[in-house]
């Protein structure tokens, strides 16, 4: 298949070694030009850990050269980059024409669902709760290193009725790993790396901004292990109060990483002394605090708000990230204004995210 990537970073890079690895025709777009400026001069991926691959991939110099004739649109960028490059995928995508966006965050699928309904085109949004694998792109612009693919994911797709072309064709392009949850709802409380990353960074935060090096998983200490796990209770419980089921924290670390269940601490420290535990970022100028802030503990909130479960954790981890970077955080998100989420019932929310915007 010709799969389009819209994104240039270590997941975009790392998700068409994986598909040309496997015999398919990945095309990556960077919105900005600068992210596959070397590729596109060299045309030659390499990745290396655990996807291995070395070869050609495709690069477009536009958005609607990448999706044009494209089989699969895959969205794989930041959230903050999200609603400029839905606007203008909106322009180029054809009745359909399926879209994965890699990973879901703060109802982006719903914004995507509302500009093609007015422009009166019909097709499958599969979201994934997380991303197919975790990695780091190299200074060269041409490689990536893959740190792990994970043995699960969750997604689901709007219109909920389109779920089992979705499963066929994940499934057809990255494995048996996918499962399918309850709705865009479920997948909106399934992205598990905002709290887990909130626990991090803020009880790390003066080793990313005296720039060192730490290792991630080593310093998931017994104390950010706790916390991880007393926020995980949170959105846990706002998803059975919607009548949902959602993996634990645990289970996500379990399946990820293929480490054995235990304690988040304790599978963070494994991850450590098998060499796969990452390391944590080296600057607040991050998107543990600058994406996953804004478009992941925000909608968490305004979920709590709207189920009458207060996650009064998320929120004070937005307020202490605002105050500690002296920045308006929850402004950054200039996706659920639009959206205008909070007025509706907990019922008309689970139906929205079941059939999305009609045409």
């Known amino acids: 298949m010709r799969i389009a990537i819209l994104g240039a970073g270590s997941i975009a890079f790392g998700m068409a070694a994986f598909l040309a690895e496997a015999g398919h025709m990945p095309v990556l777009w960077s919105p900005s030009g600068k992210g596959t400026e070397a590729l596109a001069g060299k045309g030659h991926l390499v990745a290396s850990g655990s996807v291995s691959y070395s070869g050609p991939v495709g690069v477009a110099s536009t958005c609607g050269d990448a999706v044009s004739g494209a089989d699969v649109v895959i969205v794989a960028l930041p959230a903050n980059g999200h609603r400029a490059v839905f606007d203008m995928l909106s322009a ?68 909920k009725a389109a779920a089992e072309e979705g499963n066929t064709l994940c499934t057809t392009l990255f494995g048996d790993r996918f499962v399918e949850r309850e709705g865009l709802l479920a997948i909106a409380l399934s992205n598990l790396n905002p709290q887990n990353h909130l626990g991090i960074a803020l009880l790390n935060l003066t080793r990313m901004e005296k720039g060192e090096t730490w ?32 993996k634990t924290v645990r289970e996500h670390f379990s399946q990820s990483f293929h480490v054995p269940m235990g304690s988040v601490s304790q599978m963070n420290q494994l991850m450590h002394s098998e060499g796969r535990g990452g390391y944590g970022p080296a600057t607040t100028d991050s998107r543990y605090i600058l994406e996953d802030v804004p478009f992941g503990l925000l909608p968490t909130v305004l979920l709590g708000r709207i189920a009458g479960r207060p996650a009064i954790l998320h929120e004070a981890g937005i307020r202490m990230f605002a105050a500690a970077i002296d920045r308006d955080l929850e402004a950054d998100n200039d996706l659920l204004s639009d959206l205008s989420l909070g007025a509706l019932t907990p019922s008309a929310l689970k139906a929205l995210c079941s059939e999305g915007f009609s045409i």
């Open 92 to 159: 180029h995508l054809k009745e359909g024409q399926p879209v994965i966006i890699s990973s879901h965050s703060s109802f982006g699928a719903l914004y995507l669902s509302r500009r093609l309904a007015e422009q009166g085109i019909s097709l499958p949004i599969i979201v994934w709760g997380t991303t197919l694998l975790t990695g780091r792109r190299q200074p060269d612009g041409v490689s990536v290193s893959v740190n792990t693919v994970r043995q699960k994911v969750d997604f689901a797709t709007l219109p």
């Open 215 to 246: 290792g991630q998983g080593e310093h998931v200490t017994p104390a950010v292990g706790h916390l991880i796990e007393a926020l995980d209770a949170e959105r846990l419980a706002i998803a059975a109060s919607f009548g949902l089921t959602v």
